[in-house]
């Protein structure tokens, strides 16, 4: 669906020339282009007065709701009751969770997160805000403008999607590409179970279901191993599924949180996560790596997609 940089070159471009993408994007064009401030204490309340201030003298029409959920400002022209219910219910609600889950520190700088209503008010203002139409309907992330912007009509799910890598770009800087885009699209269709986030199963599940029946899916290993590059334009369609299942799993087994800290802990020695997943799964050596590969196989045929 999107394509997102590494969390690493996440960061680095959103601090210094951004322009990495869950959508590909050109040069900045619009009228609110932060930097308001250096990153260093951008994020502070003072910071981020002016910024909400400079925001309201730029918005694109008269129907805009502005609301502060630190780091984040949400901007939207739905009702304003609406937008403030997706401030808290999506961003503070995931933000909240997801530091309890994970992550120890905030991304250092602003981000607005743009709700547009409707596809017309999403193509229209990203248009006239961002100089380009979107290219996914439903929404992306741009460190050019330290934006997220969505079409809220399809759901609060990318939206969450989305704020997982600003986090990860924050905490876990070498972060894999398979892992910071199989957690973000973990959390693409979630709820809440006794106080933790918690993924479910979603539309990323059929199709990797039609690839395990047609034994197309790639070993752990091999996804283990993809570079961005390959992880992203050499995909087959099933790295963000196979990715994302697998954290699903782990989630299901009570060991994702417990991979993702030692995964982030080992990552100097094991930078692609392999080896810190067979120690988390008990599992040694490719023979074993294999059965528990036909086992997972088996597992995701028998998972269903409750909407
Ligand atoms: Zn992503």
């Known amino acids: 669906m999107k394509?997102?940089?590494?969390?690493g070159l996440w960061m680095m471009l959103a601090l210094l020339s951004p322009a990495a993408r869950c959508a590909e994007e050109d040069a900045p064009v619009w009228r609110t282009v932060p930097p308001i401030r250096a990153a260093k204490g951008e994020t502070a309340p003072a910071a981020m007065k002016e910024h909400i201030e400079l925001l309201k003298s730029r918005l694109p029409g008269e129907n805009f709701t502005i609301v502060e959920a630190?780091?984040?400002v949400v901007v939207g022209d739905d009702e304003p009751a609406e937008v403030r219910r997706r401030a808290e219910q999506n961003v503070r609600w995931a933000v909240k969770l997801l530091k309890k889950a994970y992550f120890t520190k905030d991304p250092p700088v602003i981000i607005d997160i743009w709700l547009f209503k409707?596809?017309?008010?999403?193509?229209?203002?990203a248009q006239e805000l961002f100089g380009k139409k979107p290219d996914t309907p439903f929404g992306y992330y741009s460190a050019a403008h330290r934006a997220l912007v969505m079409n809220i009509s399809t759901g609060g799910g990318t939206l969450i999607h989305e704020l997982?890598?600003?986090y990860i770009a924050?905490?876990?800087p070498d972060c894999p590409s398979w892992f910071n885009e199989g957690l973000a699209s973990l959390y693409e269709q979630c709820g809440e179970e006794d106080g933790e986030i918690h993924g479910y199963t979603n539309w990323r599940l059929a199709g990797l279901?039609?690839?395990v029946a047609g034994k197309k899916v790639p070993s752990f290993k091999t996804l283990c191993a993809t570079t961005t590059e390959e992880f992203y334009s050499q995909d087959k369609g099933t790295n963000y599924a196979q990715a994302r299942y697998l954290c699903y799993y782990?989630?299901?087994?009570?060991?994702l949180k417990s991979y993702y800290k030692k995964f982030r802990a080992n990552s100097a020695k094991d930078p692609a996560g392999y080896q810190t997943l067979q120690e988390i799964l008990g599992r040694k050596g490719d023979a074993e790596m294999k059965a528990f590969q036909k086992e997972w196989e088996q597992w995701v045929l028998k998972l269903k997609f409750r909407d």
């Open 170 to 172: 924050a905490n876990f």
């Open 3 to 7: 394509k997102c940089l590494p969390a």
């Open 70 to 72: 630190r780091p984040f």
């Open 209 to 211: 279901q039609r690839a």
């Open 250 to 255: 782990l989630q299901q087994e009570g060991l």
């Open 164 to 166: 997982v890598h600003p």
């Open 118 to 125: 409707d596809k017309e008010s999403y193509e229209a203002n």
